[in-house]
């Protein structure tokens, strides 16, 4: 479970029944629907042949949690049956855990009785549940005008800097890339490396950065629970991620206060940063200029070429190749994900941020 | 409060009583002694020109939970008093925020309660408190063979790969530097690079490594509770993190899957892995692999050069010019509190991990 | 959710899809089949026209965490579909609320948009999901040897002193007893009673009794995390309970402390409590001796007479009649729950325990 | 630690260096000073012979947390040092566990490591902390009009029902008494019946009821967090609380549903109950009846009088007699912190319900 007053878990198997979200703590009231949860996780669909062929039409039923169209303040159970799921290979690598993934460790945790199939517990496949219960958080953040996107920056060499615009338009052009960059040109140039890639069975590692525009001032709970804290833990807990940062992150390292400082000025009266190095995070606290986080994400583990394992029934050393559908980069498919983990932690912060309003205008008598 | 188990919270201001920390769930039994923590502590403290010159005898006060030299299992309180406070510069400074510290932000988030000297609650001081708690930590993984090092791998634009060496004669190379690099090479390239920014009045970035050898397989609770995930929470909380990566981390996301994949191998009969390009963990869970977590940390934002704010008071925009006592690096003091919220967070992990294991005796009937 | 490391959440409406639960932190390997969960779910079940005429054939879909007949270490989720479900009544009284129960204070809290029907989600209904992550429990439990028995030990005016004893005997004579009381003699007192206030159309109030054998000394994690307080905060939240003693209970508020204190004894060479007035626990941790715990049910709201109420609609006084199935003593259906809860509870402090028994060795070489 | 938002941590030893409170998520801007915490402390303090003749004057350092009078919105300790400690007796019973304390059990759970003077961490003097700790959450009731109140209603075989009083006379009533009774007849008789105990060096039980006035409908959780489950939780955390009831509690077993229902009446135009039989809970959620909690104290176990226990160093059994400083009935010494508990439990539940309004206001558009 992650979340203080939002919040979430998350279940289910790769190949197992199916996966889903539990999510506690969220106020009645707010319009939710499966054909919207599901408009949601269509996202993460893969709908070129950049991304993994695996076909799903995930449909979020509603459990519990929802009357009439709208959530009645107990707990929301969002479930997402598996359909077209083939284990074959599962079973003939059982023994051959794959480098890269979690196979070998899984079984050394679970004294083997973990499910093998696809991962188990430890796969991709469960950020379904994080993208439907972010389905949730999104429609609590647009009450209050909050608005968060994301987007591939980095896939491969090709890198760029984009910056992002708050509004419909730059969500759209995102879902228009087949690699979910809103930049066109950027985006061929990241088609062009991903075939390349393919075309040799390799995969690729990419970059996800998120942006969340109209944040209050003031989210966020320092010493230990910093707005960009609680982010880091959800999004490392991604499958795949192995890195964030904030604003300029690591090449923060590399500058001088001189440069990397936001200076404070005005602007129409109201306090503002010139710059944004932090990624509008000061202290853990949001700054009121747009959150900017990154997600570095390895290249997919399995692919089509030969790499070298141990058979652990023989207890020799072996050789698997990947088979069947693998997306050659998983950030791509992270996007949704980053997105709704963003938006999951923002809600548990904002409602812990009205929490104290009250009291604010009991002590300040405003 | 972070932890499941073995639990922690920190409290305290800048230039108020003191600071220290709270550790709930440690084990009865364990060595504990002023003496030890306040040895830990030192090396938080500045020991030459590069760094910060107020000085900092930090003693610690172990106010409840141990008792003869032990921990009694019961909640340990470790307070810290500040000494040596001057808040003059503060209070002239009160309606003109820092920029690059949470000076704004957390006037406007506390209404303007909070205590604006030095940061107040939002300060690096805070992780005084951390290594008190992270001795603690230390001592238990000591019992288990598990060792934490952390140092210093990049300042500025200088920077290194560090291989690092389980053993205290590596310890002491990073605490014998003055920047807490274990290559004097390296180490006298940094401490150049930081002589020529200081004589510029200005401050520099950099990274901290840690390493965890001796790690057992198996630590870490995916989907939601990962071993990296609960690092990264507790990592980006340190004042002036910006970024937090695994292994190759960033560099994962320009590489492709046939490099970026650790295969498995035997080695003596063991399976390990060939690279640790992943730093050690999979899927979220520990691999056997020494743990390499990496630590952006921006440059120090209090610099002797004057840098644009808000005037709050007359609302209009003016200049403030860094005064006192500040690292030029603040990578360099965080060495130890990475140290200690690594160690932490293991500790935790381990209790987790180890309660399962007399289960798994009654179920293998090994 | 509740719990440390065993950890349950439950979800779910009376009315709406179904019900269940979801628990995190389970240790795998350990053998769980729908079958079993369906076996203990069916001790809920009314077996007899003591209890609620409405049929609750309760099928356990495990939907995650369980692979080939074992826990996998991942979520479990156990979900319940509700079936034979009439809402009519409920529509019928939607805007008058029923005394004694919820209805009235959900309208408030949730705005109008909690499911009204059978009290949605605050609904004795969802304890299914309890007795579903119980039987997990239980499981666990067993391997250690420890044992949780719940009965019946008061039903309106009768009540009876039962002495528990260890072992399917006695959980067999419970639940033989249309009223879940071990006692023949009593529970056809009890029968009788019950009888008496259904023809007149009443309800009663009634006591469920639940005891636990052969738990290690040393469960509990005072100062705050007691085994009795914890076990407190899961009774208290069953539908219905309104309140909850250890040992003598209130009985000890009327005794001195020469007669309360249970002396400590030698026993074999066992050191062991003479009587066990303070119910297994101490300063709460548990002491060796049977944990006993007592909870007070009210009697069920919904009566087959008239009571006065307030139509919202039409803001004024009003009265309504129960209709349908109801049981005439929840105490009875509770007894199942009280054992779910007391074994939840249990095992998540047996793992917390379990977990520094590495240490102990550790430390005292033994 | 305990609750969701305003949060609360205790620690410390009997006759350790001293006691105290970590309180995390407090609002800023509250008005705290020592002198205030202090007096409330002062409430605790035995001020007759008919309490432990044990002098405490507590004074609470406020070592965090508190700037210029204001709390700061970040954490608060309180620590209160301890004095006037002789632990010559416990050094004499060191291997003979005191009946009815938690000395052999924490002996076993913490391997012998346990500060064992005055029961150590398990002890009633952590409760100075509860009483720091509601000393702030207090004031945050009162910003909302919320008033808690606790007094005596039983004490060995007096016991009456008194009527609660919102005001502040019934306060000063409660505590003019010795025994914490705001009715001066009964409380005679109370006095009478400690007398003839404390002559036969025996001690007694008693129960302390609390009394919130003034709740808004609507706090508590359920399914799992409801008001009086999370009370309960704590309530059975004070030593020597062995039960907790809401309302009538265990007095609602033996009643009949037609005389247990609260039946809802229209009161000037506002929805109210008629009776108060549920103790202003319905459903885990509060009513807007004012709440009514009942706890019940065991008699103090450290009695003036032989009691038998083992001597653990020579494994025999021997006899060991009180001496020294205790309250012949805790329950009196009970009342503040009974206040307090109910305080914080309250104070997070009103913050977590805070939370909620602006997005009602926000979905009602009201």
């Known amino acids: 479970m992650i979340g203080r007053l939002f919040r979430v878990s998350i279940f289910g198997e790769s190949h197992g029944k199916g996966i889903g979200a539990l999510i506690e703590g969220c106020p009645p009231g707010i319009p939710l629907s499966e054909d919207y949860v599901a408009e ?80 188990g517990h430890i796969s991709g496949r469960l950020t379904a549940g994080v993208v439907a219960a972010g389905a949730v958080a999104k429609r609590l953040l647009d009450m209050f005008g909050i608005r968060v996107y994301s987007y591939v920056t980095q896939i491969g060499n090709v890198s760029a800097d984009i910056e992002p615009v708050d509004g419909e338009e730059f969500r759209k052009m995102i879902y228009s890339s087949p690699v979910r960059c809103p930049s066109p040109s950027v985006a061929e140039e990241m088609v062009k490396e991903l075939r390349k890639a393919m075309a040799e069975g390799d995969s690729l590692g990419g970059v996800v950065t998120a942006t969340v525009f109209n944040l209050p001032i003031g989210l966020g709970e320092p010493p230990m629970d910093g707005l960009d804290s609680d982010l880091a833990k959800v999004l490392i807990s991604i499958p795949g991620a192995k890195g964030v940062e904030f604003g300029k992150g690591f090449g923060l390292a590399g500058m001088r206060g001189s440069e990397a400082i936001d200076p404070w000025v005005l602007n129409d ?28 994400f390895k290249p997919t583990s399995t692919i089509m070429r030969k790499v070298p394992t141990v058979d652990l029934e023989a207890m020799r050393e072996t050789i698997i190749k990947g088979r069947g559908r693998h997306d050659p980069c998983i950030a791509i498919r992270a996007v949704p994900v980053v997105e709704a983990y963003v938006s999951i932690v923002v809600a548990d912060h904002l409602l812990r941020w009205l929490a104290w309003q009250p009291v604010r205008s009991r002590i300040l008598g405003d």
Chains 1, 2, 3, 4 share one sequence.
């Open 269 to 296: 009266g109201r306090v503002t940063a010139a710059s944004n190095n932090m990624g509008g995070v000061n202290g853990g606290i949001s700054n009121g200029m747009p959150l900017l986080v990154k997600v570095a």
């Open 40 to 119: 949601e996780l269509s996202r993460r669909r893969p709908g070129n042949p950049l991304t993994s062929p695996r076909r799903e039409e995930d449909w979020p039923e509603i459990l519990s949690g929802v009357f009439r169209g709208r959530t009645t303040g107990g707990p929301i159970l969002i479930f997402i049956r598996n359909r077209d799921v083939d284990s074959s290979f599962y079973e003939e690598i059982r023994n051959k855990p794959r480098p890269g993934h979690a196979d070998y460790v899984a079984r050394v945790k679970y004294w083997g009785f973990n499910d093998y199939r696809g991962g």
